[in-house]
């Protein structure tokens, strides 16, 4: 290879008032002539007091980028030849030269070699949430963050950070910490009628990671899927992101249509379902649709993964007993979520595990980012064993009846011709339907420039639906938010 002289160096410019050290600026520098081609392999760059010299700038910096880009292999010392860039750098694996080191990226579109991503990613890909940028009315999923006991769980938090112990802020068990386990599963056998003990629970960040690991430990690609329809939009992303085959069932008023699953989804290894609380038309999954759903799972070896995102708020009574609490061959893999009933930040859900699967779902956990917040952990744990987590649902179920009531009052007075509302009896949203024809997506859009966060009721279906609506989430707005967005939204419609 013939060397180059160091006279062909480009010109260096260096900013001595931009605050960056000089050694930086210089490394930098070389760095990136190197990658843009400026600089190829071998050729000669001028010694540290010739470069300081013609800088006018003292060695020691230049010496010190030297050394930096030496311990990169950046540079190199030849004998009898000085310092040159690194003959090993690829020189056909450079860019082309640039006329300016800070010239934007080159755009995906205009690059000489294909940039492939997965075929997976692309299928989980989400249409634009222009509704889940506001925090207001009417966001879907976001409770009373503004009643949530803060004082008591400060102390909490501080009891566990102010000395924290070697369990604190070592590793974890994937599993999740032993006494919040121990803690949710008492409170599972108590309030859901979930059947299970603390060895059967595996603490996640969210639902969401439940969804993906169920998908991945329970499916194969290509395998078949039953999908409530409309349902979840962010469980077809993790089935789909495992590379299942999703097979729609239509819901009515007993929940999902399980005849029809049987005959459209033949084969089918997984059932995802949300029974307590239907998401998002709120209905109500009856006794017999659930025996038949049981009857056919346990004859064709196939799972089921019920969903039990926030069954806590119920106007008319307890909520309603779990599908998992029925199971009588350990078909059910029953997640559950903190996100609703504490604050989405918080990020601890977990799973119910048959036993015999205990084992392939903590290598799924270990093997995804090996475990959750302790800290948060045992600061859940005595929030539930103090009291203060009873107390709490308690509360928050009589404020939602009332931001419930205080919509559906607003909706009859101003939308009454326009919406029918559906799903009134749990959770922490309903449904208004908008009259045939009319574009809920267009409709979404055009609230979320006035601030109202109405979440379109359409992209919860596989396929376009013959009647639109709006998903209004009342948990995190209080009265005069709910309706000044009620207000704002008839003028949308």
Known sequence: MKRLTASYLPPITLAPRSGIPMHQQLSEWFRQAIVDGQLRPGQRVPSSRSLAGELKVSRAPVISAYEQLYAEGYLETFVGAGTCVAKSI??????QPRTGLRKAPQPASESSTPRRISRRVELMRA???????????????????????????????????RKPSLELMAYGDPMGHLPFREA????????????????????????????????HV????????????????????????????????PVDQEGVDVAEGIRRGRGARVVYITPSHQFPLGVTMSAARRMQLLNWATRNGAWIVEDDYDSEYRSGGRPIASLQGLDTDERVIYAGTFSK????????????VPKDLVPAFFHARDAADTFSSTLYQMVMTDFIREGHFARHIRKMRTLYVERRTALLEAIQRHLRDKLEVIGTEAGMHLVAL????VDDVAISIKAARHGVSARPLSPCYASPPARGGLILGYGGADIPEILEGVRKLARCI
């Not at 009933?341 to 119910?352: C, K």
């Open 218 to 249: 329970l499916l194969d690609a290509n395998e078949r899927v039953w999908m409530e329809e409309p349902g979840y939009p962010g469980a077809r992303q993790a089935f789909m992101g495992a590379g299942a085959r999703l097979v729609p069932v």
């Open 434 to 437: 908008l009259p045939p024809g």
């Open 341 to 352: 009933v504490i604050f989405p930040a918080l990020r601890l859900g977990y799973v119910v």
């Open 127 to 161: 249409p634009p949430q222009t509704w889940a940028n506001n925090l207001g009315a009417f966001r879907i999923g976001m409770p009373a963050l503004d009643r949530f006991p803060s004082g008591v769980w400060s102390k909490l938090v501080n009891r566990h950070s």
């Open 184 to 215: 949710i599963a008492e409170y599972l056998n108590t309030v859901r009628a979930v059947r299970c003990d603390a060895s059967q629970i595996l603490v996640t960040t969210g639902s969401q990671q439940a969804l993906q690991m169920c998908a």
């Open 90 to 95: 690829p020189g056909g694996a450079l860019h």
